[in-house]
């Protein structure tokens, strides 16, 4: 079976929609100063970029954090999207366009004190109501 084959096997025997976007963010900012909807607005927004259900996705924020960034303790954020699947260095100019937007107006952080690493995962290293999102297996031909 060639690739192509292959993965649209797999796409059909997949879960739909089965994958654990988590997005963390780790600043300097204080909790006071967090808006009250941010994490449901973060949530939306992250739905919407990947097109992965709601019940799936984290947002984990981590604020009053000692560190620098630049040299200086101005606001600055260090965040990581992971995701299995919809992360690639194409899609990650768009999302990184979006994400330091959103956060920036949040958290009144200018955007270039804001760093984001996407993580792709593979679903073989994520587990999820006790088992892993690992793909099917293809029968070799």
């Known amino acids: 079976m060639r690739r192509r084959e292959q993965d649209e096997a797999i796409s059909l025997t997949r879960p739909v929609g089965i994958s654990m ?26 739905q919407n970029m990947l097109q992965k259900p709601e019940k799936f996705i984290v947002i984990h924020t981590v604020p009053d954090q000692t560190f620098t960034f630049g040299g200086t303790f101005e606001p600055a954020i260090i965040s990581e999207l992971c995701c299995i699947g919809n992360i690639s260095p194409e899609k990650n100019k768009e999302y990184s366009e979006l994400l330091c937007g959103k956060l920036s107006q949040c958290f009144n952080v200018s955007a270039d004190r804001i760093y984001i690493t996407f993580s792709p995962r593979d679903g073989d290293f994520v587990g999820w109501n006790s088992k892993t999102f690992s793909k099917p297996k293809v029968a070799s031909s």
């Open 21 to 46: 976007p988590s997005f963390q963010i780790f600043t300097n900012t204080p909790a006071s100063k967090i808006p009250d909807n941010f994490h449901h607005d973060m949530t939306e927004v992250i």
